[in-house]
């Protein structure tokens, strides 16, 4: 069984930065590209940035030069670093990843951690 766990989110104000985690784990072969989603209240859920094996990064363009996409694959984990934090920025954020297991492989998603950010 595959788990992706996030952590660090939280209420900040704006201006501030978070730094979120997502570790994978279970019967693990392979985990290829890996993503941040969010979706706030009302809203579809939207990518805010991925990541490849690699690490050639893409980012949503209401993100770009505010936050960092970045993995440690010996950790089988994957951060968002989150500056200059907007209360738009609010929202419940996902953790993605295509993940190959001895079963097959498709694409996982965590259970999300909430991003509160104050005016």
């Known amino acids: 069984q595959v788990q992706l766990v996030e952590s660090g989110g939280g209420l900040v104000q704006a201006g501030g930065s978070l730094r979120l985690s997502c570790v994978v784990s279970?019967?693990?072969?392979?985990?290829?590209?890996m993503g941040w989603y969010r979706q706030a209240p009302g809203k579809q859920r939207e990518l805010v940035a991925k990541?490849?094996?690699?690490?050639?990064?893409n980012y949503a363009d209401s993100v770009k030069g505010r936050f960092t996409i970045s993995r440690d694959n010996a950790k089988n984990t994957v951060y968002l670093q989150m500056n200059s934090l907007k209360p738009e920025d609010t929202a419940v954020y996902y953790c993605?990843?295509?993940?190959?297991?001895?079963?097959?492989?498709?694409?996982?998603w965590g259970q999300g951690t909430q991003v509160t950010v104050s005016s």
């Open positions: 279970g019967s693990i072969l392979s985990i290829g590209g």
């Open positions: 993605n990843g295509y993940i190959v297991t001895r079963y097959g492989e498709r694409d996982y």
């Open positions: 990541i490849t094996r690699g690490g050639s990064a």
